[in-house]
């Protein structure tokens, strides 16, 4: 699976952004994916992640109620809403690819990566 992450931006805190990441390669609806992010001089962390069907997602406590994930099988894509950004949200936002969602989720490791979208929030 080839991932392509897109949609950040240089942006004012309380804005929006939706960020995107295509799929190609191997079925994609096989997948759980996940959004992650790393600020800079920090380690990676997890930020939503959702089931292959949709049907289940999860969050970090930090961006509960203000960002959600969702994905559309039919064009091999997973989104993730950002709303309320804080200057705290400020990172490199990564999309992942695992067939184990709570592995992904708890450990933090996917089976493929995509490479990163920057959003940088503006207090």
């Known amino acids: 699976v080839q991932l392509q992450a897109s949609g950040g931006g240089l942006v004012q805190a309380g804005d929006s952004l939706r960020l995107s990441c295509a799929a190609s390669?191997?079925?994609?609806?096989?997948?759980?994916m996940g959004w992650f992010r790393q600020a800079s001089g920090k380690e990676r962390e997890f930020v939503a992640a959702i089931s292959w069907s949709g049907g289940l997602t999860y969050y970090a406590d930090s961006v509960k109620g203000r960002f959600t994930i969702s994905r559309d099988n039919a064009k091999n894509t997973v989104y993730l809403q950002v709303n309320s950004l804080k200057p705290e949200d400020t990172a490199v936002y990564y999309c992942?690819?695992?067939?184990?969602?709570?592995?992904?989720?708890?450990?933090?490791?996917?089976?493929?990566w995509g490479q990163g979208t920057q959003v940088t929030v503006s207090s």
């Open positions: 992942a690819a695992a067939r184990g969602l709570t592995t992904m989720r708890i450990s933090g490791t996917a089976d493929y």
């Open positions: 390669g191997r079925t994609f609806s096989n997948y759980g």
